[in-house]
């Protein structure tokens, strides 16, 4: 099969190329390497560096390339940017995945996999773990960026019946995270402590739910054949606080960072755990790493490099 990964040289987008291509497809990336970099280009992918704001760029791929799947993992994923800037982020949230929506029409894509975000589109809420079923209240002109995009996926099934999956995805850590995401607090500490920094901690009892980038890449492909135009959270169900992650990440550095605790951002989610049981039913998928492999595996990837 020949699928199309947009964002292919970010974070998630590279670990699910790389095992697209050990599941043996054939596999074309768009990014304009805003955030990503080449160094996650798988080099079995073919690679346009493109920007998705260019309809007529973007379908010279399709015209080239025979495209039956789309992975779109491009976009704005700075939640805070999209607060102070929700102009720009509905540009390329919204806008952008309307064009690719309509290229995939045009050219007959058998499957639209989209990245949405269970860490931002529930917003707070008193079900926790959170399951796909509790009415979503994004914070973040991000989360309603995502949420829309949802929407119109249905708009494009139900007239034009383009099959999609939606990942709502907790909050993704690992190696090759860009420390400037939205949900990078791991990348964040790693790199500060790796620069020999001392860090700043908002608030730090709020909680998230952290599931390895290895896991997530797993849940992607899991979803290539569903076709039950289904939504999906990815995620542990497990609620770490960010100074727990802290204390963990500091112990590589045999405790010698000092975190200064200040007020919690004004509107920050406090809680955010999602239950991955519809995700385990539907596709046999479970998350199998631990916090501790995972940063084990994260604390690796900083040494070599
Ligand atoms: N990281 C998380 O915890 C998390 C959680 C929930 C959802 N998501 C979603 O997963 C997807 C991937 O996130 P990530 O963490 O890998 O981010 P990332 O920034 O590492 O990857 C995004 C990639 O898209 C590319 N890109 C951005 N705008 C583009 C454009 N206009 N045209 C072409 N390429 C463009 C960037 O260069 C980058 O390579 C995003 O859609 C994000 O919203 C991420």
Redesign the pocket.
Known sequence: MKILV????????SHTVDLLIENNHEVVI????????RQ?INHKAKFYQ????NFEEVEKVFKQENINVIY??????NVRESVNNPINDAK??IL?TLNLLELAVKYNIKHFIF??????IYGDTMQLPTNETTKEKPQSP?GCA?LSIEKYLNFYNKAYNLRYTIL??????GP???PH????VIAIFFNQMFNNNDLTIYGGIQTRDFVYVGDVARANVAALYENKNQEYNVATSIETDIIEIFLKINKYFKNRFKADYKEISRGEQKRSCLSYERIKKELNWSPLTSINEGLDKTYCWYLKR
Not at 115 to 120: E, K, M
Request: net charge neutral; glycine share 18%; hydrophobic share 25%.
């Open positions: 947009t964002g292919g040289a970010g974070f998630i987008g768009i990014d304009n390497l805003s955030s990503g970099s996650n493109a920007n998705l704001n779109h993992f491009a976009a704005q994923i390329e949230n952008n990245s949405s975000t269970g860490g931002a991000y995502k709502r995805y907790s909050n993704v850590y090759r995270q860009n995401g939205e949900a990078g």
